[in-house]
């Protein structure tokens, strides 16, 4: 039988995909940003989709929490929304508690803001990242304004990678630029060895680092 703990943890898992997890007097949240990030307009229901309406106020209820030592933040999505995905990538960067991503299947498009937010990040080997230009779909004006908004929209994602990772701004727009990788399409596909290798995510591992790395930041934080 469960408790009406577990159960109101397993209803949160259901509904949002996150879950509080303790060990050795340590609390840590655990949320799960998958499938396509969901922005001003509502998806299909037969997408899978994380929501940022529901993650920005989580965030900040993480951020002020007591009980609540660090966070560790799962990706497995294909992009989505860029607005709404940079948004949540600011929330997750300005939080002063230990932060943790892992990449696990993919972070791709404005996932690789969210992957670089955290305070220390890891990919696992088979995982991968595409990195490419803002894309827009429906009608497109053709006019400056409209070029001059995608230029400040990418240079706005490219500033926020380079400011949270190690990855030199050349390299990460040579990456973007590139014309052999992807079929009627410019960017890279990498994986985890080559993401971090070119300084995008700062190490190769699974669970156990990452909750590894979380444990060690709090114990920082506690003066253990």
Known sequence: MCTENEKNQNADIYKTGDVITSNGGKRFHCI???GQIEGHYILPQDQKSTKYEH???????IEQSEDIDGLLIVLNTMGGDVEAGLAIAEMIASMKKPTVSLVLGGGHSIGVPLAVSAKRSFIVPSATMTIHPVRISGVVLGTPQTYYYFERMQERISAF?????NIKEEKFQSLMMRTDQIATDTGSIIDGHEAVACGLI???GGLCDALNALNEMTNKNSGE
Not at 55 to 61: D, E
Not at 161 to 165: E, G, K, L, Q, T
Request: with cysteine.
């Open 32 to 34: 799960s940003i998958i």
């Open 55 to 61: 993650i920005i106020p989580l965030l900040v209820s």
């Open 161 to 165: 990678v380079c400011a949270h990772s």
């Open 202 to 204: 700062d190490m190769v």
